[in-house]
């Protein structure tokens, strides 16, 4: 990682958002900086919310995973298929939330590793129980908190194709294009395939 990130509990307000990533990117290219695009977004719906009170607590965490992809990666989500597209986003994510790719290398990638293919609710537990002894910070969330970031790495994992089933747990090898591995060994980020059980 090339910046160290605290734990945080952001996940909770800005799940998935490959839409929105795709719309950030595309004002992006069009030569708006953070500001402008944070601005945008809140003024014109850019993301075509029929509520827009949450749009000011998700556009960082947008913007965020923007800021993490180079122009390959860029080009990529914007034009290639969308399991590419989920690939990278899940990448975005990892990127910017050290406690999700903890967690992806940790738990994700210790059972993908082992052929485990099932996630359990004790592995999420103990998973967080852990992080939260090691952790001042972490230890103050509630446990509202902590459920629903239980909640929203399950469905991180089940909308970028990981998790087969959110019922029964059963976990999914990605597919990951050989570019795309190239270029994140390339870069520097190869903790990051391999977190994606590469």
């Known amino acids: 990682m090339t910046k160290e990130l605290d734990y945080s509990a952001t996940l909770t307000g800005a799940s998935f958002l490959l839409y929105e990533l795709k719309q950030v990117l595309k004002l992006k ?3 708006l900086i953070d500001n402008e695009i944070k601005k945008k977004v809140i003024e014109d719906n850019v993301f075509e919310y029929q509520v827009t009170s949450s749009l000011k607590r998700i556009v960082p965490s947008v913007i965020r995973r923007a800021g993490v992809l180079d122009a390959l990666l860029e080009d990529l989500i914007l034009n290639s298929h969308l399991e590419v597209g989920k690939l990278i986003n899940l990448y975005a994510i990892m990127k910017t939330d050290k406690l999700f790719f903890e967690f992806m290398n940790e738990v994700i990638k210790e ?3 082992d052929n485990n293919y099932l996630l359990e609710k004790k592995d999420l537990n103990i998973f967080f129980i852990t992080k939260a002894e090691q952790n001042e910070k ?9 459920n629903k970031l239980k909640q929203v790495y399950i469905k991180l994992l089940f909308e ?3 998790l087969r089933d959110k019922r029964s747990g059963e976990l ?3 597919l990951i294009d050989e570019d795309i591995k190239r270029h994140l060994i390339k870069i520097g980020d190869t903790a990051y395939l391999r977190a994606m059980g590469e």
């Open 29 to 31: 290219r069009q030569g």
């Open 111 to 113: 059972k993908l590793d």
């Open 138 to 146: 972490m230890s103050k969330w509630t446990d509202l908190t902590i």
């Open 160 to 162: 970028a194709g990981l």
């Open 172 to 174: 999914n090898r990605l």
